[in-house]
């Protein structure tokens, strides 16, 4: 079962990165029917060297035909995505569409961004097209259909005076309240401009492209005009999807929480943990999360989803407990105890998921939680790996593009660290002396129990966040060894105590939105402290392939079990060579520059409409432009050009050159300046503000 699980994973991610589907899936069918013609052979042979292994050759023919199942699958769901996507000669068009808001939106900068699930399309004519964008809508006249529906991400500028703030009219869009057209669920006639899904391509940059792929959306663009209800004859009268359903409660429950809590000063966290909204978590906070290695915290992942289960089982516990005492005549036709907390605590812990946003790592902990809870009930024993590749199999099977992603990679191998190396260390029994008492031995215990799975992620993680270029903290481990439970017994708790009395009551009754954001202050308190020590730890170069394995021997020797002393010398002398490995590299480079053969060489970044250009010669290195701020939280400076320098070797420039004050090339010079040290700026027009 696991050879075969490997093999279909295998097959799917092998399609992954791929740059042509067409050649794929002619090789795939024709190694399929291949391996059909061997089994035909094998089962008519009357070898007697075939006959003997019979039983082996089919198993291997399994493994690889699971394989190409799985590349297959993958091949023909990219295919099928790839086709239905928005054509080239529609991008740029006024086109008038017709759906169904999918989720609650974001803030974008100055704008909102949702999903639009479009069921028709159709052209502008001429004389709606040359109307102003408030016109469109109400007097639009269709030219021709379009065949076009699936998912689409717009974004939607709040026109002028529609929002207001006390009695100040901004027309940026807020995440303090979305328009009430924005509601998941609405039915909307829009005007809308859209492009094929496409992002910035540059080295070590996010791949957004495979992002919207890896999330089905079909086209992007933004909304002309208002939003416009669509009219009762012409609306879908299916029922909405569970997802859609789960995003309308989601989006009456956040607004109710934010008229209950106008006076917290937390409530961007509670939202956070208790429905998987992060909209109202503030950047400095996030860089506090960031500069401590504790990101997933305030991320909805297996560990909450874990803390959930516990939970809820201890709860189905006491509620079985309590209906056989209240009702014992029905305790001989009641199922076993074991049974009902399972249960109880799977389908709880689904629909914490669910309504927290169904990300990957919650998809991942479901599915490992489901295998365990099948085995339990079928009283078959399923390994922790089979178990792991279960969920491995699941999460492909739904998004075969996952791996696309870091938090594919990060939460998956996090959990195969802490599966294959988490067991703690065991120590041998010694005699109690006078000042080891029982209680101090309990404690010391309960210590390491805990303390050592933290070491154990720490260190299985390094690797994974160099390849993606995240820089390590080094306090992660303790400051997890302090939140992690603080988060557990307390905060979480508290912040699903706050969502549900908002949900079932309508408003906070109980206070308990109060009792969470004191919790969430001590959290702020805590974060604050660890980031001001600002150890954060990144190569200051790409390292190479010989310093990735000398990063994995370093690995290897802290969590093989070879004895603790052991491991410790082994870690602390790879770490040393490894660094040491990454200076010598430095210092090569810079000894050697002066001889070599002259060069020079040009890279333009992709920045959309602006310009970014790196020049490098042997020594030296200048960048001429930076790309534009979108927003307060995105600029080219930190999402484009520190990534791609790093990729390229660049630690340093001689001369940032900024040509003029326009935002398409000045947008991004804070984030360059705050990532890489330049020796020299020379800026041009009015650009010296």
Sequence with gaps: MRLLLSAFCLGILSVTWASSLAHIVLWLLWLLGLQILTAILVVLSRSAFIGAHKSSIAYLLAVSAAFCGGALFHAQT????????????????????????LNMPTVAGAAYRFQFDVSAACLLSDASKTKRPSETVASADCSAHIPFAGKVLLSYYVPRGLVEKGSVSTHEATPLEYPAKLKPGTFLQLVVKLNRPHGFSNPGGFDYEAFLFRNKILAKGYVRGELTAALESEMDKTWPSLSVLIEQRRFDIRKRLLESSANAKNTGIVLALGLGDSSLVSQSLWNQLRATGTTHLLVVSGLHVGMIAVFLVMVSRALWRICLVCLPTAASRAPHCIKFCLWFSLLGTAGFALFTGWSLPTQRAVAMLTVFAVS????????????????????LVLSPLAATGSGFWLSFVAVSVLVLFAAPPQRPPIEESVNDTPLLSRF?????????????????LILPLLVFGVRVSLLAPIINLLAIPFLTLALLPASLLAVLDVALLGQSALGAIVIADFLCDQLVRLLAVGAELNLLW????????????VAFVCLCACLVPIGWRARCVCGMWTVMLGLNNLDWRSEAQAGECNQAQPSLRLDQLDVGQGLALIIRTNCHALLYDTGASLSAEFEMGSAVIRPALRVLGINRLDRLVISHADNDHAGGAVGVLRSVAVADIHVGGYAEN
Excluded: C, H, K, M
């Design 444 to 460: 010391s215990a309960r210590t390491r129990q805990f303390a050592f799975p933290q070491i154990v992620v720490t260190l299985g």
């Design 538 to 549: 990144e190569p200051q170069v790409t390292p190479s392939i010989a310093s990735y394995l």
């Design 78 to 101: 990219a295919d099928n995505q790839l086709s239905r996507q928005l054509a080239p000669s529609l991008e740029g068009i006024p086109l008038l569409i017709e759906g169904r808001v």
């Design 376 to 395: 339990r009930l079928s009283s078959r024993r399923f390994g922790v790996i089979t178990g792991l590749l279960f969920a491995l199999t699941f999460v």
